[in-house]
């Protein structure tokens, strides 16, 4: 069974850092893209950032720039480095795989930008 769990959430002040993290095990990581979601209250689900299998990377357009998506196969773990944070940014932030036409979601992790 396809488990994801995200960790690195919190709060962090106008500019600042956060390194999210997302574990994955019951599927051989290296063959699958990855992906980050966000939620903010009371807006729909957005994409944030995706990776390849060959490593790819592709970003949402309010993200571009600020946010990097990486992956350490050995680890099977992807990752969000998010820099430059604005409020906007606060939301909860979900790690999503699709195998065999279903997709897997992790519980999520809250960011809050705030002063």
């Known amino acids: 069974q396809v488990q994801l769990v995200e960790s690195g959430g919190g709060l962090v002040q106008p500019g600042g850092s956060l390194r999210l993290s997302c574990a994955a095990s019951?599927?051989?990581?290296?063959?699958?893209?990855m992906s980050w979601y966000r939620q903010a209250p009371e807006k729909e689900r957005e994409p944030v950032a995706t990776?390849?299998?060959?490593?790819?990377?592709s970003y949402g357009d309010s993200v571009k720039g600020r946010f990097t998506i990486s992956r350490d196969n050995a680890k099977n773990t992807v990752y969000l480095q998010m820099n430059s944070l604005e409020p906007e940014d606060t939301a909860v932030y979900y790690c999503?795989?699709?195998?065999?036409?279903?997709?897997?979601w992790g519980q999520g992790t809250q960011v809050t930008v705030s002063s």
């Open positions: 999503n795989t699709w195998r065999s036409g279903v997709g897997y």
């Open positions: 019951g599927l051989t990581f290296s063959n699958y893209a």
């Open positions: 990776i390849t299998s060959r490593g790819s990377t």
